[in-house]
């Protein structure tokens, strides 16, 4: 049987790749990439790559063929072809193609989210479901990554700031993306997994940052505009204060609060405390 991972140079694709690796070993292992110097660069020795871009159907179908599963990682938007677009020529390819299997990453209860970042994301689905490809959904939570800037604050005993009072369920992105790659290979899996951490608050989660780093330093909720003029007096322009600023709106609408276990289920194993996962990613 052979596998394969889209978006495989990025973050969550190289540690995918890794894992899928070590579950089905690297003869069976495709790499789809929009850049074939970069992946060849940046990707384990041995496994084959393919060039594959989101933006062109025909390198998506010639880089699925004889594909039996595949991870659909979601593209990031703000691209030069919008992502819903992206994302139709990615379901189009895989239905073309003859995929048996599509396991894709999505946002945390995708199909009734209220959040903006859930649109995009409730149009793939229902175009994977649509086509009738056999599928799991991966509605995931937010990665502790990013958080990089609290968590820093935190770690210079400096003052960490945050806008809103709501919750999310943080986890590593290596253990999003180590899930997803064992999902695919799975016999029976779900149709839907609602991966998550524990749900936490920012209050939470700077307790796990002084533990982590035995700092004493002060945690402090500030308005949201109170926020965003904190960051431009930082050093930001306005507009990627704005940009920054709305990480936290998908936490204050409350699309990120609903506790799940399936990602420890998959894993196989509890979660990374969250002391522990601060410092992996701290160091």
Do not use: C
């Amino acid at each position: 049987m052979k596998y394969a991972i889209t978006a495989a140079t990025g973050n969550f694709g190289q540690i995918a790749i890794k894992k899928l690796i070590d579950l089905v070993g690297t003869d069976n292992v495709i790499a789809i990439v929009r850049n074939l110097e970069k992946g060849q660069k940046l990707l384990p020795k041995g496994v084959e790559i393919r060039q594959g871009d989101y933006d062109d159907i025909t390198t998506m179908e010639k880089a699925l063929k004889g594909i039996d599963r595949v991870l659909f990682i979601s593209s990031q938007p703000g691209g030069k072809v919008a992502r819903g677009t992206q994302h139709q020529n990615v379901v189009t390819a895989i239905k073309n193609a003859g995929v048996d299997f599509v396991a894709y990453t999505s946002f945390p209860n995708a199909q009734a989210s209220t959040s903006a970042l859930a649109n995009d994301h409730r149009l793939t689905e229902k175009l994977i479901e649509e086509q009738g490809i056999k599928h799991s959904f991966l509605r995931n939570n937010w990665y502790l990554q990013n958080e990089m800037g609290f968590l820093q604050s935190g770690a210079n005993n400096q003052t960490a700031t945050y806008w809103t009072d709501q919750q999310a369920g943080w986890a590593l992105e290596r253990e999003y993306a180590e899930a997803a790659a064992k999902v695919i290979t799975l016999e029976n899996p779900d149709a839907i997994y609602e991966f998550a951490g524990k749900i936490r608050s920012y209050a939470d989660l700077g307790a796990a940052l002084q533990t982590a780093t035995g700092n004493n330093f002060e945690l402090k909720q500030v308005s949201r505009d109170a926020y965003q003029a904190q960051l431009q007096t930082g050093g930001l322009d306005a507009d990627t204060a704005a940009l920054f600023t709305s990480f936290q709106a998908p936490i204050e609408d409350g699309s990120l609060s609903h506790q799940s276990d399936s990602l420890a289920k998959v894993l196989g194993r509890e979660l990374t405390s969250l002391p522990e996962a601060i410092n992996e990613i701290l160091n």
